[in-house]
């Protein structure tokens, strides 16, 4: 398996723009977290799915952030309009029911100039 | 989110001595202990994990050690190498809510020739 893809690595943007992060599951895995990381706050958990539906958005910061689930193999976390304080490395997981640790993709690496 | 406090938050060691990172936790409930491994530009990586029947778990030169009645677990890596060098993260789950891992807030280790 090719483990958890995200697209893109590094997304540059201006203040206002939207910006969409992507990312492919492992297949078979039913839970699907995104994640946010920056020095100051750690590791975040934005939001999570399991088979597609949303349970948790609780950790998404306000509006301007949307997640999406169409299908098993594919989601979206959106952000409109991106602000400088979105700045940060947004980390996308996925595990299964029966247990076990999650797998983590690369990373996006945000930067909103 | 229930807390888990990570410490230090950054420790250097010298090449073939013990690196140890603490954790603590506050819900009982957790039952799911892993541990995760960053290496710039990477996502975490599952490097052990443990459950609260067993009181150490050892793989390799990675060692877990479990106290549940001081909702304490540390880890300890023998003979540390500079190819340790990374941020490790702690993490506390409970069975339910799709393992939703809490994420403690990294220590960052550097390991000296």
């Known amino acids: 398996d090719a483990g958890v893809i995200q697209s893109p690595r590094h997304e540059v943007t201006e203040m206002g723009q939207e910006v969409t992060l992507r990312c492919k599951p492992i297949s078979g895995h039913d839970y699907l977290f995104w994640y946010r990381q920056t020095m100051m706050r750690g590791l975040e958990l934005l939001i999570y799915?399991?088979?597609?539906?949303?349970?948790?958005d609780s950790g998404m910061p306000e509006d301007r952030f949307s997640a999406k689930m169409p299908n098993a193999s594919f989601s979206t976390l959106k952000i409109q309009p991106s602000e400088p304080r979105d700045s940060a490395v947004y980390f996308c997981?996925?595990?299964?029911?029966?247990?076990?640790?999650?797998?983590f993709g690369s990373g996006t690496r945000l930067t909103v100039v | 989110q229930q807390q888990v406090k990570q410490s230090p938050q950054s420790l250097i060691v010298q090449k073939g001595g013990i690196s140890i990172i603490n954790c603590a936790y506050e819900?009982?409930?957790?039952?799911?202990f892993p541990w995760y491994q960053q290496f710039p530009g990477k996502g975490p990586a599952l490097l052990i994990a443990?459950?609260?029947?067993?009181s150490e778990k050892k793989e390799g030169r990675f060692t877990i050690s479990f106290n549940k009645s001081a909702k304490q677990f540390s880890l300890h890596i023998m003979d540390s190498q500079p190819g340790d060098s990374a941020t490790y993260f702690c993490a506390s789950s409970t069975g339910n809510a799709g393992n939703m891992l809490t994420f403690g807030g990294g220590t960052r280790l550097m390991v000296k020739p």
């Open positions: 819900n009982t409930a957790f039952d799911y």
């Open positions: 799915f399991n088979n597609n539906v949303p349970i948790d």
């Open positions: 443990i459950r609260p029947d067993v």
């Open positions: 997981a996925s595990t299964y029911t029966a247990g076990g640790g999650y797998t």
